[in-house]
């Protein structure tokens, strides 16, 4: 199935259409991220598979870790395509340090 703003995929040209095909067979993961904030930056990282990106607002750097996300796993070989994270659970510790 196409996605729903493409009214008439007989208009579409041949290279559009096989991004449109890839677009479709992708699978959607939920990766855990942390968020800091680094002088006038904020970080975030997936620590799922240590990719990280950076960007002035949260929004920003959350866009910019998507998108490095996403070529990450588009060139990656199969072996790593097939290292999906499995549910994560984030809590906090409270350890007594000297």
């Known amino acids: 199935m196409l996605p729903s703003f493409v009214m008439d995929a007989s208009a579409i040209g041949g290279n559009d259409m096989s991004v449109l095909m890839n677009l479709e067979r992708r699978s959607h993961v939920n990766f855990t991220v942390l968020l800091t ?37 588009e060139d990656a070989d199969e072996a790593i395509t097939r290292h999906v994270p499995a549910r994560a659970f984030l809590t906090t510790l409270e350890v007594a340090v000297l």
Do not use: H, M, P
Request: net charge negative.
């Open 37 to 73: 904030n680094e002088d006038s930056w904020y970080v975030a990282k997936c620590i799922d598979n240590n990719v990280a990106s950076q960007g002035k607002t949260i929004e920003e750097a959350l866009t910019n870790l998507r998108e490095a996300l996403e070529l990450f796993y």
